[in-house]
């Protein structure tokens, strides 16, 4: 057991929460029961995962993606309200971590990612390790871009679209964004990457990676962020002795 405000400040420090400026709140998000025995994590903190918390009577549920992001409505209705209520009415803490756990350099998505599929990490592009989000590296060896992606795909249990330049032949060089970075393909082409991994694809990602000559792989919003969270749920019942179980609500985007 451990009481509730020492394992926020546990995680706050971790993962160096408050150097952030970020599209949420980082950290508790709803006030629940002040002792904390039983640890629930997931990648979001959607009614199904709520439900599988319930059932496990967990104390807290920690996320990547909690709620209260900028430029939501601020009025507690429809299905806010029905998620908040269940939080309350069960005494069940919400904590979550957006960019703080993209960008830990040990615990968090782009490391957890790296560490799952392989890649040798070199550092990041856009900053430190552990503050920076653009991560580049290697893969162990060169690769064509077909077998690059059929790899993740099956890595990953999601398969994942990918977008060929013709202009490059095989890859070694790849850098990496997890979730939501498909608009990082023009810095990642421009620190030498010769492919970019992220979890999302727009309409326009598409002209960018075919015209600039760098191949773009959109391997799953969700299925590149599993990782983290569960790495941060273990690092806590490793340092704390409480009881951490992982729920993967399947989401196919």
């Known amino acids: 057991m451990i ?8 995680c706050d420090h971790q993962l160096r929460a408050a150097q952030f400026k970020d599209f949420t709140i980082n950290g508790l998000q709803v006030a629940g029961t002040d002792c ?6 997931g990648v979001t903190a959607c009614q199904a995962l709520l439900d599988e918390a319930v059932a496990w009577k967990a104390d807290m549920v920690l996320v990547h993606h909690g709620y209260f992001w900028k430029n939501e409505p601020v009025a507690i209705t429809g299905m806010k309200q029905k998620r908040i209520k269940m939080l309350l009415d069960h005494g069940i803490n919400l904590l979550a971590y957006h960019l703080p756990l993209d960008a830990h350099a040990e615990l968090g998505n782009n490391a957890e990612l790296a560490r799952h599929l392989g890649w040798k990490v070199e550092g990041c592009i856009d900053g430190e390790l552990g503050v920076g989000l653009l991560w580049s590296g290697r893969l162990t060896q060169p690769s064509s871009i077909h ?22 032949g095989e890859v070694e060089r790849i850098a ?20 970019f991994v992220s979890g999302e694809i727009s309409e326009r990602t ?5 015209e600039m000559g760098i191949h773009y792989i959109a391997a799953g919003h969700h299925a590149t962020e599993r990782y983290g969270i ?6 806590l019942a490793d340092e704390y002795a409480i009881e951490h179980r992982f729920v993967d609500i399947d989401n196919p985007a």
Not at 36 to 41: E, F, I, L, Q, S
Not at 152 to 166: D, H, K, T, V
Not at 230 to 235: C, H, P
């Open 206 to 210: 598409t002209h960018l990676a075919r």
């Open 147 to 168: 077998a690059l992606a059929a790899q993740i795909s099956q890595s990953l249990q999601r398969e994942s679209l990918m977008i060929e330049a013709p202009q490059v």
């Open 3 to 10: 009481y509730r405000d020492q394992l926020v400040a546990a």
């Open 230 to 235: 569960q790495a941060l749920g273990e690092w």
């Open 176 to 195: 990496w964004c997890t979730g939501g970075a498909q608009d990082m393909i023009a810095s990642a082409y421009e620190a030498g990457a010769q492919v």
């Open 36 to 41: 904390v025995k039983r640890v629930m994590t």
